[in-house]
């Protein structure tokens, strides 16, 4: 039986940014559900992608919410940038805040989803003493700072180590993979228990990125 519960982000990372509007088109046009955007520092990751101008010229466009990943050092300095640029969500890293407690409060107060992203070396039982005041949990399934990269795949056992850890405390907890995504891997990572799926070369290199996106929507895993 085919569900169409989960959710598809296509991340605008691997669009073409000089034609940047035409994917905006593109993902509004599609039965995708987030804008998922990425932006880096330079220092948290080794690489830069665009920052908040860009941000808000795609938010001009998008007809769906975006769910920004950011992928930068001390987070708390932008959130509000975030959220006035038109951040729905707002995912900062785990291995980026001293004080996440605070910085996820902070998130929520600004009438965002609040979100943590974990690096492939991060644990997900480092989160259980904040498991209630997330919305989402990022689960990185490559090392972020690039797309286009390998899937690894201990993310499963991750996927299924955090749906239990949020058990009976937070049974709305949205969990999201991002990295090396593909129609392969879509339907083992929600039947582990993931809800959102990130996806930028997969969708954005394909030869139909609206068929490709609509495909992963019908991905049946029950
Ligand atoms: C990587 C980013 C991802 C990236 C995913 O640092 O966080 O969102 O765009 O791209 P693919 O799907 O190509 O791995
Ligand atoms: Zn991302």
């Given at each position: ?33 987030w804008f998922h955007i990425d932006i880096m520092d330079g220092v948290f ?64 107060e600004l009438g965002c989803k609040a979100g943590v992203a974990l690096n ?87 030869t139909d990125p609206m068929e490709t996106v609509k495909k992963l929507k ?5």
């Open positions: 039986m085919s569900t169409t519960k989960h959710l598809i982000a296509p991340s605008v990372l691997a669009a073409d940014f000089a034609n940047l509007y035409d994917a905006i088109q593109l993902v509004n046009n599609s039965e995708a559900d990751v080794p690489n830069i992608s665009f920052g908040f101008p860009v941000m808000q010229a795609i938010a001009k466009h998008a007809t769906k919410p975006l769910d920004v990943h950011l992928m930068i050092v001390d987070p708390d300095r932008y959130l509000k940038t975030c959220k006035d640029s038109g951040a729905s969500s707002i995912t900062v890293h785990y291995e980026a805040c001293t004080h996440l407690h605070r910085t996820l409060a902070a998130i929520k492939p070396h991060t644990p997900v039982s480092l989160l259980q003493d904040v498991i209630q005041d997330v919305d989402l949990v990022c689960i990185m399934s490559v090392n972020p700072g690039f797309g286009g990269q390998k899937f690894i795949e201990r993310t499963y056992d991750k996927v299924r180590a955090l749906r239990a850890l949020a058990a009976g405390v937070n049974d709305s907890l949205l969990i999201e993979i991002d990295g090396g995504v593909t129609l392969q891997n879509a339907a083992p990572l929600l039947q582990a228990g993931a809800d959102v799926l990130v996806t930028g070369s997969f969708v954005f290199n394909a019908a991905v049946d895993y029950t």
